[in-house]
């Protein structure tokens, strides 16, 4: 039988995951890497931005699903989290393909790269106290469906 438990992976894994790099076995790493290709597709051409944001909803649902068939039962008393998973691994995907563009294109010390790369770290720090408070079952996430 299959484990169905879910599991994170850390920040630093899904990081190096969107770059393309170790992505291994974990089915969010290779969500993630997905996520970073799309947002590196959107910034190299400028005629598919909406097939590119299609896919990225697609993926987002994809990634929502998988999630939500592992999730642990939230306790009762459990706070909502106003943003699914899909959703934050597409956040962090931009975030850092865009921090990473900025770093190559411009001078490492310009506030526009340091601002970039803090609002990365940012993310990722609330991806970890997410994931964290989703296993200790204190935090639950969006129901599946309309997501406008």
């Known amino acids: 039988m299959t484990d169905m438990r879910l599991s994170f992976p850390s920040g630093e894994e899904l990081l190096s995951a ?3 790099h170790h992505i291994g ?22 005629d598919i931005h909406a097939e590119i944001a299609r896919c990225r909803d697609e993926l987002a649902v ?17 706070s909502l989290h106003t943003e699914t998973v899909g959703r934050l691994l597409d956040r962090i995907a931009e ?13 490492p010390d310009d506030p526009k790269v340091h601002a970039a790369w803090y609002r990365l770290a940012e ?10 408070e989703v296993i200790q079952r204190a935090r639950r996430l969006p129901a599946l469906g309309d997501r406008r």
């Open 18 to 20: 969107i770059r393309g």
């Open 62 to 78: 994809e990634v929502d699903t998988w999630v939500a068939a592992r999730l642990p039962v939230p306790h009762p008393n459990a």
């Open 95 to 107: 975030a850092q393909v865009h921090a990473y563009r900025l770093l190559m294109t411009i001078s």
């Open 123 to 132: 993310l990722v720090d609330g991806y970890t106290d997410l994931t964290r």
């Open 25 to 46: 076995d974990q089915p969010l790493c290779g969500f993630a890497r997905e996520f970073g290709i799309l947002h590196e597709q959107r910034l190299e051409t400028s």
